[in-house]
């Protein structure tokens, strides 16, 4: 009976919780499209023929257009093998960009903010006299994402969100002029409390508090229309494009960022979101290992832009932003301290260039001894495939860490599906045996390091709005890589043998995953 009572319990909660109702009605309507073209199709030779067609020519377009090939072979099988439906999936989810007039609106906020990005030349030629395959490093990030290398700029690493929150807390309390916090999942709880209490407090006391929240990664975390709810706290407060349950192919890109500017002098990022469970006050998947960054000095900069950035879209403003307000030495006239080189930086799905991609594989070609990586998914592509394989057949020390215990059990099983490959060539694989790996980390050679919110998956690579800091020489790259040493305590490592002597069902539900897997 107790069981019967837990299973209608789990049930009613389902029933009733807003994302059942949201999956419920795009289903409705993918059905029902389906449907009608499906009729169409069995009504009249000539409409099937005409489907037909049109199925080859998206392929034949598909097949020509400068995307990965990756996404070419998914969509391609996905069309062939089922024409009516992978058509209507291709039309409603198959371009990874947003809506055209949030396209053009961030390209007029970039283009505005340029004359505030420039290289300091001073900074630029001491990384270049101090190693020329970091500073070619740099200048790809600073070339194509926008955002310069700084010097003045100190870190502070954090091993788990446990240590983090207390941090993140203090600099919080002590903000006097601006907050901007822009984050992919908010959640109730202790964490949230918390910062609510310290936003609600500062705004009433004048301080500019601004917030952004992704609307489908807050969708089952926050009650509808809570932006309204915390303006009326006085903290000002916008959605990042709000999930509406209707196909269309702008859900597809998302804010993952992570981001959190406070007077324009300190700044915090990587995977942490505000959220019980990243601060381990709440247990859902084992212990939750996660990495942040705080940085204080010149390089909060680019964070401070990047949040501008995306608030002038969302709010839809069309105003010119007085970017000297927001600078970091309007409220720190005095010198920051130096500490090596930090390098915020942006990827946007808007480009066409796959910027965070391209600062794993520069740091993976360049590598010399070694390439410590942490990520909660990995989901690469052929380029990713290569370079991890190459470097790891050429001697270079390739080691990956994913989590043991998942979050998702089939992306989990699409990630194991990777490592025989990866084993092959000489890298090695580690699962984080207490819970859950969400860190999202890189670093190299005890000189090049890259927490941020990039994870190695297509959504991430392709599809998001991601953050990452790019440090050369600071202090953090070493505490990345004692904490990565350090976790290797708690991980088991992976063998050939473990990828050989799976189950067959198990191998051929990989098989079919990894043909799919740009599209999940």
């Given at each position: 009976?107790?069981?019967?009572?837990?299973?209608?319990?789990?049930?009613?909660?389902?029933?009733?919780n807003?994302?059942?109702?949201?999956?419920?009605?795009?289903l409705?309507?993918?059905?029902?499209?389906?449907?009608?073209?499906?009729?169409?199709?069995?009504?009249?030779?000539?409409?099937?023929?005409?489907?037909t067609?049109?199925?080859?020519?998206?392929?034949l377009?598909?097949?020509?257009?400068k995307?990965?090939?990756?996404?070419?072979?998914?969509?391609?099988?996905?069309?062939?093998?089922?024409?009516?439906f992978?058509l209507?999936?291709?039309?409603?989810?198959?371009?990874?960009?947003?809506?055209q007039?949030?396209?053009?609106?961030?390209?007029?906020?970039?283009?505005?903010?340029?004359?505030?990005?420039?290289?300091?030349?001073?900074?630029?030629?001491?990384?270049?006299?101090?190693?020329?395959?970091?500073?070619?490093?740099?200048?790809?990030?600073?070339?194509?994402?926008?955002?310069?290398?700084?010097?003045?700029?100190?870190?502070?690493?954090?091993?788990?969100?446990?240590?983090?929150?207390?941090?993140?807390?203090?600099?919080?309390?002590?903000?006097?002029?601006?907050?901007?916090?822009?984050?992919?999942?908010?959640?109730?709880?202790?964490?949230?409390?918390?910062?609510?209490?310290?936003?609600?407090?500062?705004?009433a006391?004048?301080?500019?508090?601004?917030l952004?929240?992704?609307?489908?990664?807050?969708?089952?975390?926050?009650?509808?229309?809570?932006?309204?709810y915390?303006?009326?706290?006085?903290i000002?407060?916008?959605?990042?494009?709000?999930?509406?349950?209707?196909?269309?192919?702008?859900?597809?890109?998302r804010?993952?960022?992570?981001?959190?500017?406070?007077d324009?002098?300190?700044?915090?990022?990587?995977?942490?979101?505000?959220?019980?469970?990243?601060?381990?006050?709440?247990?859902?998947?084992?212990?939750w290992?996660?990495?942040?960054?705080m940085?204080?000095?010149?390089?909060?900069?680019?964070?401070?832009?990047?949040f501008?950035?995306?608030?002038?879209?969302?709010?839809?403003?069309?105003?010119?932003?007085n970017?000297?307000?927001?600078?970091?030495?309007?409220?720190?006239?005095?010198?920051?301290?130096?500490?090596?080189?930090?390098?915020?930086?942006?990827?946007?799905?808007?480009?066409?260039?796959?910027?965070?991609?391209?600062?794993?594989?520069?740091?993976?070609?360049?590598?010399?001894k070694?390439?410590?990586?942490?990520?909660?998914?990995?989901?690469?592509?052929?380029?990713?495939?290569?370079?991890?394989?190459?470097?790891?057949?050429?001697?270079?020390?390739?080691r990956?860490?994913?989590?043991?215990?998942?979050?998702k059990?089939?992306?989990?099983l699409?990630?194991?599906?990777?490592?025989?490959?990866l084993?092959?060539?000489?890298?090695?694989?580690?699962?984080?045996?207490?819970?859950?790996?969400?860190?999202?980390?890189?670093?190299?050679?005890?000189?090049?390091?890259?927490?941020?919110?990039?994870?190695?998956?297509?959504?991430?690579?392709?599809?998001?709005?991601?953050?990452g800091?790019?440090f050369?020489?600071?202090d953090?790259?070493?505490?990345?890589?004692?904490?990565?040493q350090?976790?290797?305590n708690?991980?088991?490592?992976?063998?050939?043998?473990?990828?050989?002597?799976?189950?067959?069902?198990?191998?051929?539900?990989?098989?079919?995953?990894?043909?799919?897997?740009?599209?999940?």
């Open positions: 009976m107790s069981y019967i009572m837990k299973t209608l319990k789990k049930l009613l909660k389902l029933i009733f807003r994302i059942f109702y949201i999956v419920f009605a795009l409705i309507q993918l059905g029902w499209l389906f449907f009608v073209v499906w009729r169409l199709a069995a009504y009249s030779k000539y409409i099937s023929f005409g489907i067609a049109i199925s080859i020519a998206s392929v377009w598909i097949l020509n257009k995307i990965n090939p990756s996404y070419k072979l998914g969509w391609t099988m996905l069309i062939l093998v089922f024409p009516v992978g209507l999936l291709y039309i409603l989810f198959g371009k990874s960009r947003i809506a007039k949030i396209q053009e609106h961030y390209a007029e906020i970039q283009e505005e903010s340029l004359p505030y990005m420039e290289q300091d030349p001073e900074v630029q030629r001491l990384i270049t006299e101090e190693d020329l395959s970091a500073a070619v490093q740099s200048a790809y990030i600073r070339n194509y994402s926008g955002f310069p290398v700084h010097g003045n700029t100190t870190a502070r690493y954090f091993q788990v969100g446990d240590d983090m929150f207390p941090a993140l807390v203090a600099e919080l309390e002590q903000a006097s002029h601006y907050i901007y916090i822009e984050y992919f999942i908010i959640n109730d709880g202790v964490m949230w409390r918390t910062i609510l209490d310290i936003l609600e407090r500062k705004a006391e004048g301080v500019d508090v601004r952004i929240y992704d609307g489908f990664g807050c969708v089952t975390t926050l009650p509808n229309k809570y932006d309204r915390l303006r009326k706290k006085g000002q407060c916008k959605i990042f494009n709000p999930f509406r349950p209707i196909l269309n192919i702008v859900q597809n890109n804010d993952h960022r992570k981001i959190c500017v406070i324009g002098k300190t700044g915090f990022t990587g995977g942490i979101n505000l959220a019980d469970e990243y601060i381990n006050q709440k247990e859902r998947f084992g212990h290992k996660d990495t942040a960054v940085l204080k000095g010149e390089a909060v900069w680019n964070m401070t832009v990047m501008l950035h995306m608030w002038s879209v969302v709010n839809g403003s069309r105003e010119s932003v970017y000297t307000e927001y600078m970091p030495h309007r409220y720190h006239p005095e010198s920051f301290s130096h500490n090596g080189f930090v390098q915020p930086f942006s990827d946007t799905p808007l480009d066409g260039e796959v910027v965070g991609e391209n600062v794993y594989l520069n740091i993976i070609n360049r590598a010399r070694y390439v410590y990586i942490c990520t909660p998914y990995l989901i690469i592509d052929n380029e990713m495939m290569t370079a991890l394989c190459l470097a790891a057949k050429s001697g270079v020390d390739i990956i860490m994913t989590p043991a215990v998942p979050d059990k089939m992306v989990f699409l990630t194991q599906s990777y490592y025989e490959q084993l092959e060539a000489g890298v090695r694989i580690y699962e984080y045996q207490p819970g859950f790996l969400h860190a999202k980390s890189f670093v190299c050679d005890d000189e090049i390091a890259v927490v941020g919110t990039i994870n190695l998956d297509y959504r991430s690579l392709y599809l998001h709005f991601e953050d800091v790019w050369y020489k600071n953090v790259v070493n505490d990345i890589l004692q904490d990565f350090e976790t290797l708690y991980c088991d490592p992976i063998s050939i043998d473990f990828c050989k002597n799976r189950n067959i069902v198990i191998r051929g539900i990989q098989s079919i995953m990894r043909v799919f897997a740009p599209l999940l």
